[in-house]
């Protein structure tokens, strides 16, 4: 929302702008400046509105599963407590690529999954992110939560401790929750909800 705000700031400034030069313009772009501040700010008005109806209630966890001197199992499930519509969803984990190392990703059988995008269902070994990127089932029904998918890393120094992160988590970026909401794709991802997994010498599933 933080940003959100900022962006909307910066066309404020914009349209200030116009009001402050407006001497230096030509008569008739002068008397269309006024029109044109009246369209930015009825602009603003309807995107905070729809900002502000926006229910950005859904949210990924990632869960130990298995730990192992040789391995570590962890499960991306997501919740969604208003059973919001969601249409697609990205998820891009981040893990240290020196401590573990991406083997496999696997899906429920009775995943709701349509069609992955190019390249969002595979481990990015030298940068140390595993992708993943979906739309859902048309037919497919809201879920308080569910299992998105759990991933199998091979663990090469179990004294050291390594952290499974949500990657670029904010609007536009790598890890969103999309549905329409007035004709517009939006994300209704909470991001101050995503908290990382930490793997310690120590750690243990529950």
């Excluded at 401590?99 to 940068?127: M, N, R, V």
Aim: with cysteine.
């Amino acid at each position: 929302m933080k940003r959100f705000l900022t962006f909307l700031m910066a066309i404020l400034m914009t349209s200030s702008g116009c009001a402050i030069n407006s001497e230096n313009l030509p008569n008739e772009e002068l008397h269309a400046a006024p029109s044109s501040r009246i369209i930015k700010n009825s602009l603003l008005e309807r995107l905070i509105a729809a900002e502000q109806n926006l229910n950005k209630d859904v949210s990924l966890t990632l869960d130990l599963v298995s730990v192992s001197d040789e391995a570590v199992v962890a499960a991306i499930k997501l919740k969604n407590p208003s059973l919001q519509k969601i249409e697609s969803l990205r998820a891009w984990i981040s893990f240290p690529d020196s401590i573990l190392e991406g083997k496999t990703i696997e899906y429920p059988p009775d995943s709701p999954f349509l069609l992955f995008a190019p390249g969002e269902d595979e481990f990015d070994q030298d940068s140390g992110i595993a992708k993943i990127g979906f739309s859902f089932t048309q037919e497919s029904e809201p879920k308080e939560e569910m299992l998105i998918a759990t991933l199998t890393f091979l663990r090469s120094d179990a004294e050291k401790m390594a952290a499974l992160s949500f990657f670029d988590a904010r609007e536009g970026g790598h890890t969103e929750a999309l549905l329409t909401h007035e004709g517009r794709l939006r994300n209704v991802m909470n991001g101050s909800s995503l908290i990382p997994l930490i793997i310690s010498p120590e750690s243990s599933a529950e």
